[in-house]
């Protein structure tokens, strides 16, 4: 009895088990709510330690998407798809197919797209099977328009918490040199920041000195450096007990999704003083333009939208501050004030 007492169960309105023998899938698409549209969000591949742990990973991500969709206005629901399998070994065409047949059985209620572990060159084998599949790369990767509305949602933060309409001599800490962290990154350069960078990849960071002028610090040195905005662009889970007291950061603006390692974090960060932008508000480039991408909506509208992102962003701040709550409940309100019926 591990499904419906799963915390995160919360109200999804559907949980499929598809399994398919002959490739050998064996994939949970979790539904959790299609009152805006169609359930949107990605298909993970996943060397799960056991079933129970892929359930708790697909509700709690299906869960997300909903409120992620929800904040950034998109007219479509949450799900998510995990397939459980090791995506280094057990990747073959009829296992994606299965999966695009079992998205077909559900008519269009979930739509799925590449996320950790799958790649678009996957989509197109489900995409073979069933059209409820987006974002295939037809124009490309969406990070830019993830690392857009991390930048206007930076900005949305300066201006309310520091007073400033300007990035100019600003010291960002950026964790995490990838698709998305890079781009925000030469973002931020071009607005006169300073930054203060840490990866793992000695080449993105050689790039970013290059290029950007950066300072490298240590992988584990990037919590605690004089820094205005720390920049999560790596991992989830950087602001937990272990680094809340080392941040120097008034401003907590990046892309790594599920940032706070408990929800308790989200009031910690409050009353330290730091300005946090809730990960799934400031990190929704990316959904908005597979969304529009899939409903064939017009290409040049994709950036307008993504820049709204700071406007919901200032909207979640002020409500922060007058009801004395942490921005990330804020942000939860707003979302269900959208969803839920
Ligand atoms: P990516 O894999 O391209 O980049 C991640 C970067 O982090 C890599 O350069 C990697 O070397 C670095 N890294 C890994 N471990 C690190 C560590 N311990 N310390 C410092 N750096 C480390 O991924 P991405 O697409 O840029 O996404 C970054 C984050 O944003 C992820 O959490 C992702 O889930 C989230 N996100 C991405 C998108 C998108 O459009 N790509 C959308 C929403 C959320």
Known sequence: AFVFSEP????????VFACEPKSGLKAIIAVHNTNLGPAMGGCRMWNYRDEAQAVNDVLRLSRGMTYKNAV???????GKSVIIGNPKTDKTPALFEALGEALERLGGRYVTAEDVGTHHHDMAHVASKTSYVAGLGASGDPSPYTALGCFVGAQAAVKHHLGRDSMEGLVVALQGLG????????????????LIVADIDQAALERAQAELGAQVVAVEAIYDV???????????????????????????????????????????????????APDFVINAGGIIKVCYEYLDKPENEVEAHVRRIG??????????????LPTSTVADRLAEARFKR
């Open 8 to 15: 995160n169960f919360d109200a999804h309105e559907q949980v």
């Open 72 to 78: 950034a206005g998109l007219p479509i629901g949450g």
């Open 179 to 194: 698709n998305v962290g890079y781009d925000y990154a030469r973002r931020l350069k071009q607005a006169g920041a300073r």
């Open 226 to 276: 004089e820094a205005d905005i720390y920049a999560p662009c790596a991992l989830g889970a950087t602001l937990n007990l272990g680094t809340l007291d080392r941040l120097k950061a008034r401003i907590v603006a990046g892309a790594a999704n599920n940032q706070l390692a408990t929800a308790e974090i989200g009031e910690l960060l409050r009353q330290k003083g730091v300005l946090y």
């Open 311 to 324: 406007e919901t962003l200032a909207e979640v701040f002020v409500r922060a501050d007058r009801e004395q």
